[in-house]
């Protein structure tokens, strides 16, 4: 059974950093895309980063994270990690990781970043 289990949110104070990780288990990572996304409070689950299933193809990144977020992975550990640094009270939201490898999709549960002084 797919699972994706992030870890890593928790409370940050503006501009601090912060890196988000994702344990994938149960199918075969290393063939998936991986993408993060989030949700805020009262707005809909948006596109942040994604990253081929091999890493070296073109990243992707939403225009406000781009300089400050960076997307990555570790096959070898079926493992996926979102850096973020100079965090800023927008990006306060539930992050989760998303695996694709054409219709078959899985989610993870999502983790809480909240920025606030």
């Known amino acids: 059974q797919a699972q994706l289990v992030e870890s890593g949110g928790g409370l940050v104070h503006p501009g601090e950093a912060k890196t988000l990780s994702c344990a994938a288990s149960?199918?075969?990572?290393?063939?998936?895309?991986i993408q993060w996304h989030r949700q805020a409070p009262g707005k809909e689950r948006e596109l942040v980063a994604g990253?081929?299933?091999?890493?070296?193809?073109?990243?992707l990144y939403a225009d406000s994270v781009k300089g400050r977020f960076t997307i990555s992975r570790d096959n070898a550990k079926n493992m996926a990690f979102l850096q973020m640094s100079s965090l800023k009270p927008d990006d306060t939201a539930v992050y989760y990781c998303k695996a694709i490898m054409g219709r078959s999709v899985s989610w993870g549960q999502g983790t809480q970043v909240t920025v606030s002084a």
């Open positions: 149960g199918f075969g990572f290393k063939s998936y895309a």
């Open positions: 990253i081929s299933s091999n890493g070296n193809g073109n990243l």
